[in-house]
């Protein structure tokens, strides 16, 4: 195995780290290295915002439903779908280009590129000795987050990223089992056998917690995705990304 | 420099592979590596079909638009965002999830977990030896492209990525500035910096290009993304996406 394949099984969310924080190369690296993923028809629909300003990350962790993480690390990236710099352009070249920027295709090409950016980062700060953790939280309340950090309409931030150096390393979660998750030649439409796969990872996931908690945490992963996905949460998104101009049509 | 960031630097789109086909061990390290990434809430809300049925692959190429690479490499990905795994466990635990898996929130979750779970992928293939193309085109025609791989409501097919050893291997393209990608604690609102930057990019694009081609081909970023863009490509994409119960509500 080599080490980027080693660096990628090796990974684990980090959610304590050191009183450190990134040198400006250290943030020079992870951004080449987001620059550096592939982008769709060379579009780079996406921009990155680094925080380090004290009460703003205070804030973001507040957001993010009390996340100290957000707040304690060595460096706080938010990742963006971005089309307005493609607005921007349109208006250096006289043209309008409004109705394919505010489409389902585009903003699904933007969420994908940020995302493809986000992990040649998140990967090339593992490769440091650094930990990272992707912080969903800050869809909690978008246009709060939106006005804290000034951004434009035909912007979205998809997520955070703390990153810095782990003060407790936590265990890998298993996965779901391979052939769950990888089809060949065409969709498991098998439901009895796709159910008996998830019958057989509730149990691996039952072990993995109750070996973690001596026993205490009973759980399983079909009934922490249901309390998970149960709960609704931020059903605000489909209205508040149409008013900024994005996945309207 | 590390092995890893070596390896997400030296990031090129490969589209011309030789004929040999990957292992089977190859296609599994490269799963593996695909799930070893962080998924939201860890929903994993995806699925990757791989393709080596001589047929598919001729028909993905001619849908993704003449692209022989696409039908000419050692192994051929489809990576879905995949919310129907959660449709069929809400079944297995007896609850109605139906508004959350169709709201917009669930559906950038399932693209960006599907992402990063791709990026990995490349990242892993890449790391022993081979190339790789993302190929958006499969999104030129996703009904044709669902039927041909049994996709069921619920799943999205976002891109496909050839993989395989490298017959040419191409120059990298230069990426835009990196003070237009990455702003520190708000978004950079300066517009006439803004574009500075993108006229300085363009300048750095127009020599790339003259140089690959002996003078040849006069291009710029801005240029080239308005040709791309205004082509209004995939504007059937929101109601197709509506239509398996995706990003609805």
């Known amino acids: 195995m080599n080490e980027v394949i080693e660096t990628i099984l090796n990974h684990r ?4 780290f050191k009183e450190q924080n990134l040198t400006a190369e250290q943030i020079e690296t992870i951004v080449r290295s987001a620059q550096s993923a592939s982008t769709s028809s060379f579009v780079q629909a996406y921009t990155i915002i680094g925080v380090n300003d004290r ?35 349109a208006e250096m070249e006289d043209v309008n280009l409004q109705a394919p920027l505010e489409s389902t295709e585009k903003f699904m090409v933007a969420c994908i590129d940020a995302a493809l950016a986000a992990q040649n980062a998140a990967l090339a700060a593992e490769s440091m000795g650094l930990g990272i953790c992707y ?3 800050i869809r909690n309340d978008l246009p709060v987050v939106c006005d804290l950090l000034s951004i434009p309409e ?7 990223m703390a990153v810095g150096y782990p003060k407790k390393v936590t265990d890998k979660k ?12 065409g969709y498991n439409n098998d439901e009895a056998s796709f159910k008996d796969q998830l019958i057989k990872y509730n149990e691996t996931i039952s072990a993995y917690y109750e070996e973690r908690t001596d026993g205490a945490r009973k759980d399983t992963w079909t009934g922490q995705m ?11 998104m489909k209205e508040f990304v149409e008013q900024r101009n994005l996945n309207k049509r």
Do not use: T, W
Not at 226 to 233: C, D, P, Q, T, W
């Open 55 to 89: 009460e703003k990350k205070q804030r973001l962790a507040e957001l993010a439903g009390e996340q100290s993480y957000v707040e304690n690390n060595g460096h706080f990236f938010v990742f963006c779908g971005d089309l307005n710099r493609h607005r921007i352009l």
């Open 13 to 16: 969310s980090i959610r304590s």
């Open 135 to 137: 912080i969903g939280g």
């Open 154 to 160: 035909g912007v979205l931030p998809l997520f955070g």
């Open 174 to 185: 298993p996965r779901l089992p391979l052939e769950n998750i990888y089809h060949e030649n």
């Open 226 to 236: 249901v309390h998970m996905i149960g709960a609704k949460s931020r059903m605000y």
